[in-house]
């Protein structure tokens, strides 16, 4: 791997390198999102760049398949079920009211701003809810938890509501923050 001053050397396992089949004349790129990073060349062949797409792609299945085990499907949340559509896993989701919401996004709490300034709860905050059925009284406040399902990439919540998997179970895993791979 090149090594110029104005970058920190990273030492890789000379074992990796072989397999991958990296050398000490590439010059390596950093790929770096939140929660991940990718080593590539930064030059590549046709086929070098086919192997790479497929091993992400690859990663990006396996990865699916185990947040999608560890939500599990959805037995219409334990609801009533009235039978229709069970061999159609796209169905499942659609037909539990928990995880449709969840999908529609319609369980959101809309505050009007002026409301919120006043409670001194910024405008884009995650908000809960309570209700007292005993005094008709419904409280809002601001979530503790940093994310939920709400920050999930609409393309990877397809992905999950199309095989069935319950998007309830996924909210609350999220929620949660569990170690839920490589446990
Ligand atoms: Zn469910
Ligand atoms: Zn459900």
Same mark, same amino acid.
């Given at each position: 791997m090149k090594n110029n001053k104005t970058q920190p050397?990273?030492?890789?396992?000379?074992?990796?390198?072989?397999?991958?089949?990296?050398?000490?004349?590439?010059?390596l790129e950093l790929h770096v999102g939140e929660d991940v990073l990718v080593i590539l060349k930064?030059?590549?062949t046709a086929m070098e760049l086919i192997h790479v797409i497929s091993m992400?792609?690859?990663?990006?299945?396996?990865? %699916? $398949?185990?947040? !999608?085990?560890a939500c599990g499907r959805c037995n219409n949340c334990d609801d009533e079920d009235d039978g229709t559509g069970q061999n159609d896993p796209a169905k499942w989701v659609e037909r539990c009211s928990l995880c449709g919401d969840l999908l529609d996004g319609s369980q959101n709490i809309q505050i009007p701003g002026y409301l919120l300034e006043e409670a001194g709860i910024s405008s884009g905050a995650k908000l809960e809810a309570s209700a007292d059925r005993d005094i008709?009284?419904? %409280? $809002?406040?601001? !979530?503790?938890n940093q994310y939920d399902i709400s920050d999930v990439p609409p393309g990877i919540l397809n992905v999950?509501?199309?095989s069935g998997i319950c998007l309830a179970e996924l909210d609350e895993l999220i929620m949660a923050e569990d170690i839920i791979y490589g446990k």
């Amino acid at each position: 791997m090149k090594n110029n001053k104005t970058q920190p050397e990273i030492l890789l396992p000379e074992r990796a390198c072989e397999l991958c089949g990296f050398d000490s004349g590439d010059a390596l790129e950093l790929h770096v999102g939140e929660d991940v990073l990718v080593i590539l060349k930064n030059q590549m062949t046709a086929m070098e760049l086919i192997h790479v797409i497929s091993m992400i792609s690859e990663m990006s299945t396996d990865l %699916t $398949v185990a947040l !999608a085990k560890a939500c599990g499907r959805c037995n219409n949340c334990d609801d009533e079920d009235d039978g229709t559509g069970q061999n159609d896993p796209a169905k499942w989701v659609e037909r539990c009211s928990l995880c449709g919401d969840l999908l529609d996004g319609s369980q959101n709490i809309q505050i009007p701003g002026y409301l919120l300034e006043e409670a001194g709860i910024s405008s884009g905050a995650k908000l809960e809810a309570s209700a007292d059925r005993d005094i008709g009284k419904i %409280t $809002v406040t601001e !979530a503790e938890n940093q994310y939920d399902i709400s920050d999930v990439p609409p393309g990877i919540l397809n992905v999950l509501a199309q095989s069935g998997i319950c998007l309830a179970e996924l909210d609350e895993l999220i929620m949660a923050e569990d170690i839920i791979y490589g446990k």
